[in-house]
């Protein structure tokens, strides 16, 4: 099943400016890639036509009931979806989605199906043939190689290869053959679709000279936690506590703060520096290696899945892969 979402794969450039906007996809994708029909029996659905920007928790969750609906109805699964906030659904639909009995590969392209350079031809081409195999998981294909879901960045807005996976190793790559890395996740229990997301989550960088002013202003909003983005391995100043207070001040409003790392890969680490203690003492907790978008998707997950009282200690327990425990 091939479901369609919207985003560059599927957009065309539009008069008089020339700007790309949705356009017709499920009528149309078979004619332009012909050779899927020589990998499998496709069947496309239109979900949405929208630029990704524009999903969310709404779009997440009937997305993973189309995925659940379909699983006595096809061999695999393969999400056509924008490059820009690619990382964030893939990372939702893993939580939402357990123990899959079959592959769910989210691709996307830097041009537009319709365009003689495209690079939406071969990462179609890819998905179906690697929604074909047995890396039963969410996962996300992309210029020759499948990333696991979960954790995937968006580094380039102009490469063709735009997405990385900072801590974990690639789940196959496709050259003149296709090889598999054998680290794909193995189900344990019944195929399910659940859980919520609480939205009320606010991303804060941690700029030098920050006073702690944004973050006690938050004391005044409805915002069940914080992600902090902080420098090095979750370290706030200590010559000035004045952030340190605030995320005191937040943990004891009854809210979460989670530290994460301004770093493009590595891991959080609240124990190895005097800054990421003061942080911990605090109150805060870390992600682990986890990405600033898995770590925030999670987080969102936690909060509209489970007691709020629960979040801090589910946070590095692993639900698909995410993150690696400590």
């Not at 003061?278 to 986890?290: E, T």
């Not at 007691?307 to 993150?323: D, K, W």
Request: glycine residues 10%.
């Amino acid at each position: 099943m091939l479901l369609h979402t919207g985003g560059t794969l599927g957009m065309r450039p539009r008069q008089p400016d020339q700007a790309l906007a949705p356009d017709e996809f499920g009528s149309t994708v078979l004619e332009y890639v012909p050779e899927l029909n020589e990998l499998a029996d496709i069947e496309p659905r239109v979900l949405f036509n929208l630029d990704s920007t524009d999903l969310g928790p709404v779009h997440w969750k009937a997305l993973a009931r189309a995925v659940f609906e379909a699983r006595d109805q096809c061999d695999g699964v393969v999400i056509s979806h924008g490059t820009d906030a690619l990382s964030y659904t893939a990372a939702a639909l893993s939580f939402l989605l357990r123990n899959l009995p079959f592959p769910v590969v989210l691709t996307a392209s830097q041009r537009p199906l319709a365009d003689i350079h495209t690079d939406g031809r071969a990462n179609l081409v890819g998905a179906v043939d690697l929604a074909c195999s047995n890396i039963r998981e969410v996962s996300v294909y992309f210029s020759g190689l499948l990333f696991r879901g979960n954790r995937v960045v968006k580094r380039s807005t102009f490469a063709f290869g735009a997405f990385h996976s900072p801590n974990f190793p690639p789940l196959a790559e496709i050259g003149t053959e296709i090889r598999i890395s054998g680290k794909s996740l193995v189900a344990q229990g019944e195929f399910e679709c659940s859980g919520d997301f609480d939205a009320r989550l606010a991303v804060v960088w941690l700029q030098p000279g920050n006073d702690g002013g944004v973050l006690r202003a938050l004391l005044e909003t409805d915002v069940f936690g914080v992600l902090l983005v902080a420098p090095g391995m979750g370290n706030v100043p200590v010559e000035d506590t004045a952030v340190a207070d605030a995320i005191r001040a937040l943990v004891g409003s009854g809210r979460i703060v989670a530290m994460a790392t301004q770093s493009a890969s590595g891991n959080v680490d609240l124990t190895r520096y005097v800054g990421g203690r003061l942080a911990a003492s605090s109150g805060a907790v870390g992600i682990g290696d986890m990405t600033l978008e898995a770590a925030s998707v999670k987080l969102m997950f936690l909060a509209g899945s489970f007691a709020p009282a629960t979040i801090a200690a589910r946070l590095l327990e692993p639900i698909a892969g995410e993150v690696t425990p400590p």
